[in-house]
């Protein structure tokens, strides 16, 4: 009896483990398989400081090319279930901003607002393309409306979903958080991960618990990286004072239940942005084109074809 209990001790240390290994292969292979069915190819760019690893797909000769920017900590995945609607006719370009994904972290590599922008100029110019559209989520779109603003000529229109770059008139669950000391990005352990994706989403996509301790154990390993990219992204200078330098047509997307950045934020940025088309969803948080692409795709999709 005593064997058994030793080996049943051997068998769950042996899959705690190697649980989260699994997860990683798991994870990796299906946005792999994902981006490959979506018509997204795999392409390193190399820009003046670094080669930018992107998903790009669509038609060699489009109409348009789509531009789209992750958040803080995210990386280029997270596109994946939207980026598929638009690959038929549309040339989509998402790359991994600098310090994520497989473009990598470089100590002291500069993160702040306005550099990133100037990289998605060197990232276009490396592509060939003149105008992009542009579309990003909360720090992605911190980085596009600082990019439309800064190359008006080079934007040919904005969406913003759920964006940093302004204070909030009212604060969010993640600012009470970083007031009391604590930035819920900074994982330690597989529970904060748990508390920390729920606050993401108000309704988060299935994810197998074998993917999620994967996950965790990722944000785990890129803490120190995470700190710097944030307090460069966090201290940069708010996009208030540029929005009217933003002449590009614009739609904002916020969900409701958002607890990263409070909703409140889209009245600042409506009155900043004359003409700026602004849609609030109920029982959605901060992701609204991951916990429901399609809509959101189709939401984009009349905002691209309204008449000119």
């Known amino acids: 009896m005593f064997v058994v209990w030793i080996v049943l001790g ?60 992750h958040g803080y900590s995210a990386d280029k995945t997270i596109w994946l279930r939207f980026a598929r609607h638009f690959t038929d006719d549309c040339r989509v370009i998402i790359p991994d901003q600098a310090g994520h994904g497989e473009t990598g972290f470089k100590a002291g590599g500069g993160y702040d607002i306005p550099t990133q922008a100037e990289r998605m100029i060197q990232l276009i110019d490396a592509c060939g393309i003149g105008k992009v559209h542009v579309i990003g989520n909360s720090m992605g ?24 770059g302004l204070s909030s008139p009212e604060p969010s669950d993640m600012e009470r958080l970083l007031a009391q000391g604590s930035n819920p990005f900074l994982i330690h352990s597989r529970a904060d991960f748990n508390q920390f994706y729920a606050m993401t989403m108000a309704s988060p996509p299935w994810i197998p618990g074998v993917v999620r301790a994967a996950l965790a154990e990722r944000y785990q390993a890129r803490r120190d990286e995470l700190a710097e990219i944030f307090e460069d992204f966090h201290t940069s200078q708010p996009v208030g004072a540029r929005l009217h330098d933003i002449q590009a047509p614009a739609l904002l997307l916020w969900g409701r239940e958002d607890r990263l950045i409070h909703v409140s934020s889209a009245q600042i940025w409506a009155k900043g942005i004359p003409g700026m088309r602004v849609e609030i969803w109920d029982g959605v948080g901060h992701m609204p084109m991951v916990e429901q692409p399609t809509k959101t795709a189709t939401l984009y999709r009349q905002f691209l074809e309204r008449p000119q």
């Open 141 to 164: 779109g911190y980085v596009a409306a600082w990019l439309a603003a800064a190359h008006p000529g080079r934007v040919a229109s904005l969406m913003l979903i759920d964006p940093a």
């Open 10 to 69: 051997l068998l769950i240390i042996w899959t705690w483990r190697t649980w989260p290994r699994i997860g990683h292969v798991l994870y990796d292979a299906s946005m792999a398989l994902e981006a490959r069915l979506y018509g997204l190819q795999k392409v390193a760019v190399p820009i003046a400081e670094m080669e930018m690893v992107t998903y790009q797909g669509g038609p060699e000769t489009p109409e348009r090319t789509i531009l789209m920017l």
